[in-house]
């Protein structure tokens, strides 16, 4: 059995714990391989109740054996994960680093584990800078909701992608596991291409949805057609600066894709502006003006957004 930690139980974190899961049959049984770290409420919530997922065909409650709130139990405890699936807000990164560098297990108990960070944005692996350890990256589109303590919903079956250098036993651990579940996942050779894909898509959506407080459907308005258009311009420029060349057109077709397979889902920057949480705009639209800031061009549809953003 592989023993997965998964580090920022949240939204996707909780779910991830679901699709890292090892079990079978409908009896769901006490979920052993799976660990999960996470705010305090949430974990008490699953350790007393279990973790409930509405799915679109119906809700199902999924217990685990191992549930924590914070390193210090994790490190009292007799679960030794292999893999570390990251799935924290991008700007808790560097805290987390921290975290693990100073609870002493990186020579001990998580001395031997692979990291991987499933995140939004770019620029995440230069802030994780835990240099003896092996890191990955991923991305994910499956859309979850944090609807209260102990219970998230899905909301939109995405993909998922991984780099393709991935160490193959883990590879095939985590291909059963998300095939046994019925979600689409791939191991891209292109990864960083992939990584600005989603970049593209985010920066359109998350703020966008952010600032009219629509749900994601409102991309798709005529009147915000040249912003759309003026956002993917400035982005591809900075990609082609970074030796990435993308098509107009595609991109503009994918993320239009995006948008009709998520016409009515609330994007994560949305449900963070009206949770009254800090957004992960660093990352996106940020990452975006720093590099044109690097590289001496103008984004100012991309440093606009950003600005607003942050004064919200």
Not at 94 to 119: H, N, P, Q, R, Y
Not at 193 to 215: H, S
Request: charged share 25%; with cysteine; proline share 1%.
């Amino acid at each position: 059995m592989t023993n997965v930690l998964i580090y920022g139980a949240g939204a996707i974190g909780s779910f991830m714990g679901y699709l890292f899961s090892e079990i079978n049959g409908s009896n769901r049984p006490t979920i052993e391989n799976v660990a999960l770290l996470g705010r305090e409420s949430h974990i008490q919530r699953i350790k007393k109740i279990g973790l409930r997922i509405n799915f679109q065909e119906g809700s199902e409650l999924f217990k685990f054996q191992h549930c924590f709130s914070n390193l210090d139990d994790l490190k009292e405890s007799e679960f030794t994960p292999s893999i570390i699936i990251i799935c924290v807000k991008t700007y808790s990164l560097s805290k987390v680093c921290d975290e693990i560098k100073a609870s002493g297990m990186l020579t001990g108990k998580l001395k031997s584990a692979t990291f991987i960070l499933l995140m939004n944005g770019m620029g995440n692996r230069e802030l994780f800078d835990l240099e003896s350890c092996t890191i990955h990256e991923g991305l994910t589109s499956i859309g979850v909701v944090f609807s209260e303590d102990g219970l998230i919903e899905l909301k939109g079956r995405g993909k998922t992608v991984f780099e393709d250098v991935i160490e193959a036993g883990i590879k095939e651990f985590i291909e059963a596991r998300f095939d046994e579940k019925g979600f689409e996942i791939e191991f891209a050779s292109d990864f960083t291409n992939q990584q600005w894909n989603k970049l593209f898509a985010n920066a359109v959506i998350n703020p966008i949805t952010a600032l009219t407080r629509e749900k994601n459907g409102i991309v798709r308005s005529l009147e915000l057609e040249y912003v759309v258009e003026n956002i993917i311009e400035e982005c591809m420029s900075v990609a082609e600066k970074e030796g990435y060349l993308f098509d107009k057109a595609d991109v503009l077709e994918s993320i239009f894709f995006i948008v009709s397979k998520t016409f009515m889902n609330t994007s994560s920057m949305l449900q963070d502006v009206l949770n009254i949480r800090q957004t992960e705009i660093e990352s996106i639209n940020g990452y975006v003006v720093r590099l044109a800031d690097k590289h001496a061009i103008s984004v100012p549809v991309n440093k606009t957004l950003f600005a607003l953003i942050r004064v919200m």
